[in-house]
């Protein structure tokens, strides 16, 4: 399998190497290429302050640190420049106008942020001690609704567009592996898969019709080992149930692990393209941005 991860945070945001150490680590595992994803700048558009965001004074820094790696390791190591984009009802999402001015090879969009049936903002990957309270709170605890609320958002950033890369689908069953708020197994549950996938299609269809400019923004869906490696999920994202439905509407796939360490890059990779392999895939993408060719490249799981 051609190994690759764009979807990779460093010291810049929530990640515990910098670019240089990521960049090594890829390289001594064999990697084609690595694409730095940082937790894109949220305070000034939302107003919240966080952690695990790059802030917005240091946005330039970053851009030249990964572009300063980028020409260290060419010929070695493609290095692609990229952020991590929040989606956030009416306060921030991957097509603002801030984000597609940056020079960017590609954006991931990502809900992290659920509004509640009240409005107020909800982490729905926060560790647990944070999300036990927010979701009693904020939702009764009454996990029909939280898993609601969040296949809306997901839609609504579907529906948004403007970004390359769709993160980690069914993040929502990060906390519910240990807390168990709902059952994947609930049809309703799967209809709301099966709608999001349909969303997904639809996004990609329409981004053809509309011509050779949006042509390479047909959003592609990540299978993120990031909750295996972490302990936290047994499976990827998205579930080999979601895999199944895209396989059927023919949404290709391309692999990440939301490596924070070096030791991430590449984990689970094995898991990922077996549940591929099951929901009948074949092959896979691979990010290849480089300027005047095709964006994504298609590589056979077994080669
Ligand atoms: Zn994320
Ligand atoms: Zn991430």
Request: charged share 25%; with cysteine.
């Amino acid at each position: 399998m051609i190994l690759s991860c764009i979807h990779t945070h460093t010291t810049f945001c929530d990640g515990a190497a910098d670019v240089e150490t990521m960049c090594a680590a890829a390289f001594a595992k064999g990697f084609e290429s690595i694409g730095f994803s940082s937790h894109a700048p949220i305070a000034a558009k939302t107003g919240i302050k966080t952690s695990w965001h790059l802030p917005g004074e240091r946005l330039a820094e970053y851009i030249d640190t990964v572009l300063a790696a980028r020409r260290r390791w060419a010929g070695r190591l493609k290095v692609f420049l990229g952020l991590e984009v929040d989606y956030i009802r009416g306060l921030r999402g991957p097509g603002d106008r801030d984000i597609l001015d940056l020079p960017l090879d590609y954006t991931i969009g990502a809900v992290h942020y659920v509004p509640s049936p009240r409005g107020e903002l909800f982490v729905v990957d926060a560790p647990e001690e944070e999300f036990v309270p927010g979701f009693r709170e904020y939702f009764d605890n009454d996990g029909e609704a939280l898993v609601r609320a969040y296949w809306d958002a997901y839609g609504e950033l579907i529906r948004a567009g403007g970004c390359d890369v769709l993160a980690h689908l069914d993040l929502v069953k990060k906390n519910n592996a240990r807390l168990g708020f709902f059952s994947p197994e609930d049809p309703e549950y799967r209809r709301q898969l099966a709608e999001t996938v349909d969303l997904i299609a639809e996004a990609r269809s329409l981004a053809t019709r509309s011509g050779a400019e949006t042509e390479s923004r047909r959003p592609v869906v990540e299978v993120n080992t990031g909750g295996i490696i972490r302990g936290r999920t047994p499976d990827a994202y998205p579930s080999l149930a979601m895999l199944r439905l895209l396989r059927e509407r023919n949404v290709p796939l391309t692999i990440n692990a939301d490596a924070h360490a070096p030791d991430h890059l590449g984990g689970a990779y094995g898991t990922a393209a077996a549940d591929m392999r099951k929901a009948g895939y074949t092959a896979m993408l691979v990010f290849d941005g480089q300027a005047g060719k095709a964006r994504w490249r298609e590589e056979p799981l077994d080669r």
